[in-house]
């Protein structure tokens, strides 16, 4: 998995300002805040981008399937999702998926909003939560690992497994207006952990409230 090269993606609304951030190629993402024909339309082109190999039938099934996620995201404030893949050779797939939720504050200082969600998100002892300086301002990010039983009828084996989940979740204070944006990582590929957490980092370090957004919301 390389950072090095990044994509362009802003994401902007009627009712928002806009952000602009920077995602590592590889992340497949939709903008869920586009309109329904557009949001489609993204919708079937990450599903072909995900299974290039794959037939009709299967990019339909999927593309229903992304599409009712989408919706139900932009129900619960989520701007865009994206799906990282990467070929970790006879290891198989590193994977994650990455949303980006806006929500509405009734704080327009972004020191006040984020020592706000510091003291917040400091009282979850799971959390291991941090105070960040971004070049856009003041963060906080909270990092928190889970484990989760599979039931062995999904399992290669037959036999129950534990899957460790890891997350990583950075809330980000616009700066030009009463809004904050809240960047979420999850992934259950641990051994690519440290690569993850340094492609997190570069992300909420692009993040610029100055920036214009593609016009066609779709990455550059």
């Known amino acids: 998995m390389t950072t090095e090269s990044l994509q362009l993606l802003g994401v902007d609304s009627g009712t928002l300002p806009p952000m602009g951030f920077q995602l590592p190629v590889g992340l497949h993402t939709v903008e869920v805040s586009l309109d329904a ?96 300086d971004l070049p856009c301002g003041p963060a906080v990010s909270a990092i928190s690992l889970r484990s989760l039983l599979v039931d062995g009828k999904f399992t290669r084996d037959g036999t129950d497994q534990e899957l460790l989940m890891g997350q990583i979740q950075v809330h980000v204070p616009f700066s030009t207006g009463p809004y904050t944006a809240v960047f979420t990582l999850d992934t259950a590929s641990m051994d690519q952990w440290d690569d993850f957490s340094r492609a997190m980092a570069d992300i909420v370090r692009s993040v610029d409230f100055n920036a214009i957004p593609p016009q066609d919301g779709q990455s550059e």
């Open 37 to 132: 024909e557009e949001r489609a339309t993204a919708v079937t082109q990450l599903v072909r981008d995900i299974y290039p190999l794959g037939e009709e039938p299967l990019w339909d099934v999927m593309s229903a399937t992304y599409s009712a996620m989408a919706d139900e995201m932009l129900s619960n404030g989520v701007s865009f999702f994206g799906i990282g893949l990467y070929d970790i050779g006879n290891r198989g797939v590193a994977h994650c998926a990455l949303t980006v939720a806006v929500f509405e504050s009734d704080q327009t200082d972004q020191d006040v909003v984020a020592h706000g969600t510091l003291k917040i998100l400091s009282q979850d002892r799971v959390r291991d939560v941090r105070w960040l």
